[in-house]
């Protein structure tokens, strides 16, 4: 494929970056479009990403609707069929300013304001289209074969909260149509494994505008798998020697100020409340209560490690275009926990959240992840706490740590919380892109702040070290996590409906609801269906909307010889047993988790 850099030179591409390139140069197109179809429409950003391409547009007071979406892309393909030459040029700085503010592009004007007195500047122009861009693009816009426009989102111009929001257009691109259609395959996928979609056709959770965007509910049925994930990570936790404590959702602003997390994280904070003239404001975190927790009284080193764990509410700002169900809203609640060690500790201590992270993962089979250590970026003043000698021992510390026991792992930059380094575990989802599920920080910072001490073997007073970790990450995420990859058939532990009791008929009734009551007094979560439908509409309404584990189909033989056909989700096979035998069955399956 032939390509064209700014300065005009025609090369053939490396293989390493023609999809680069070609989603490069869709976006200029899917610009050129919007220009066409929106001639007041006035453009920001159009990169190519790892999965794609968008462009942010300001469109005045318009919003785009599907059938606009759908214009767009139809327009695209017009401006591909009519193979218009791409020509690269450069202009002075003086030049470039004119010609962006005679074509009143204000964003781009901007943008050149912020490059380097010596920043070369360059544009690309494919028919009366120009865009400012460094390249290189395809010559010809015939080169571009196969895209498509995914949907819409907002976007803060400069991805700054203080600057206007704008409409961010995205869209896929490839070089063959086999590709797209592969593409268009695995968002099929992706739609069907929605937790979103799950949710609402199963009856876990609930979200309505009037409660709040990003505010979930969850129903009974999902409340019943968040109960039993609180359960299962709290029993797991005891064993290990935590103490699980309870703190209100607010907190002072002063209590925040001493933290630092008014200073380093009040943009993604609700705003404060003014009560009684004293500042309050929803918790976005817990670290501070468990600090007033341990520093609630005096400490000596023979008590310590001291492991502070809860299921905590807490309240986070995250901009409406970021919001995805159960996985990202503004309210969740963490499966938090702060241990204060002495430095000797940290290494055993860090080993042991590890451990506990592994023997998770191994209970709800998850295979598909990778270990990050997360490291500030020293330039990036106002959102780490400015203490260079701090970071640098915490880092070192817990780099260390991780290489003494044997974890393989990748570092980032500019990855670390507020306060301190910290190991991510970031899952990769059955669809779409990875995120961090189980997290463990190391933190010198806070016990410092808060002029937390212990006494140590020699009658000395000093600071204890916390580790902050979550190993479900928050209850919420961690379900929606746990839906896509099983499409909502949870294990028989873990879901809402275990058992669907199905009689044949109005005959079977009775002998139905005393198997239901039995099942019932042997604290399995059972459901008798005993409305006056077909046996076959009930099977496949407990199977594909309840994704119940078992369904027993009782007939009339099922009755008179006090038995039942046991019918499995997964597998569509029927089995007859007697009542006891199942109940046994099902019980065990239940008491030890079994996958």
Not at 341 to 350: A, G, L, R, W, Y
Not at 404 to 423: C, M, N, Q, S, V
Not at 556 to 570: F, H, L, P
């Amino acid at each position: 494929m032939k390509i064209i850099d700014k300065e005009g030179k025609v090369y053939e591409c490396p293989e390493e970056e023609v999809l680069h390139v070609i989603r490069h140069s869709t976006a200029h197109v899917m610009a050129q479009a919007i220009q066409r179809l929106y001639p007041e429409a006035d453009f920001a950003y159009g990169p190519a990403t790892e999965r794609g391409f968008y462009y942010d547009v300001d469109l005045g007071d318009k919003k785009l609707s599907d059938e606009d979406l759908a214009n767009i892309e139809a327009e695209m393909k017009k401006i591909v069929k009519e193979n218009l030459p791409i020509k690269p040029f450069i202009l002075p700085r003086d030049e470039a300013v004119k010609l962006m503010h005679d074509r009143k592009e204000k964003y781009k004007e901007e943008h050149i304001g912020d490059l380097p007195e010596d920043a070369v500047i360059s544009f690309y122009q494919q028919g009366d289209y120009i865009d400012m861009c460094i390249g290189p693009h395809v010559t010809y816009t015939k080169a571009l074969k196969a895209f498509k426009i995914t949907g819409q989102s907002g976007a803060y111009w400069k991805n700054d909260a203080k600057n206007k929001m704008l409409t961010r257009i995205n869209g896929v691109a490839f070089t063959s149509q086999e590709e797209l259609a592969e593409y268009e395959k695995m968002m099929e996928e992706a739609r069907a494994r929605d937790h979103r979609k799950i949710g609402k056709e199963m009856s876990l959770f609930m979200t309505d505008d009037l409660i709040g965007k990003g505010l979930p509910m969850f129903l009974p049925k999902g409340y019943t798998v968040w109960q039993e994930l609180e359960n299962y990570i709290k029993e797991k936790e005891r064993k290990l020697g935590y103490q699980h404590v309870m703190t209100p959702c607010v907190g002072t602003v002063s209590l925040y100020e001493t933290s630092g997390h008014w200073a380093h994280y009040k943009a993604n904070m609700f705003p404060a409340m003014e009560v009684e003239g004293e500042s309050f404001v929803l918790r976005p975190m817990n670290c501070p209560h468990h600090m007033m927790i341990y520093a609630n009284k005096p400490h000596s080193y023979k008590e310590l490690p001291i492991r502070i764990g809860e299921i905590a509410h807490d309240f986070r700002f995250e901009s409406s275009g970021t919001l995805k169900g159960i996985e990202r809203g503004r309210h969740f609640c963490q499966n938090d926990a702060h241990l204060f060690v002495t430095p000797d500790q940290i290494k055993s201590e860090v080993s042991k959240v590890v451990d506990l992270i592994f023997d998770v993962y191994k209970d709800f089979g998850i295979e598909n992840y990778r270990c990050v250590l997360s490291l500030r970026d020293p330039a990036d003043t106002e959102k780490y706490h400015p203490d260079d000698e701090m970071w640098n021992t915490a880092e070192d510390a817990l780099r260390q740590v991780l290489r003494d026991i044997g974890i393989e792992f990748t570092e980032e930059i500019g990855e670390a919380a507020f306060y301190g380094p910290k190991l991510d575990v970031n899952v990769k989802p059955a669809v779409g892109a990875e995120y961090t599920l189980s997290t463990c920080q190391l933190d010198f910072c806070l016990p410092a702040k808060f002029d937390l001490k212990y006494i140590d073997s020699e009658s000395n007073e000093k600071t204890p070290v916390v580790l902050h970790r979550a190993i479900l990450g928050s209850l919420d995420r961690f379900m929606a996590f746990i839906i896509e990859e099983t499409k909502g058939k949870f294990p028989v532990w873990l879901a809402p409906l275990q058992v669907k009791v199905l009689p044949v008929s109005e005959k079977t009734l009775e002998y139905a609801s005393k198997v239901n009551e039995a099942l019932e007094n042997a604290n399995v979560r059972t459901q008798l269906d005993d409305r006056n439908e077909k046996i076959g509409y009930k099977i496949r309404e407990a199977q594909q909307v309840d994704r119940a584990p078992y369904m027993l189909i009782l007939g009339a033989k099922e009755a008179e010889e006090g038995i039942v056909s046991v019918r499995y989700r997964d597998n569509n096979e029927t089995e007859s047993m007697k009542l006891e035998e199942f109940i046994e069955k099902v019980t065990k399956e239940i008491a030890t988790r079994a996958r």
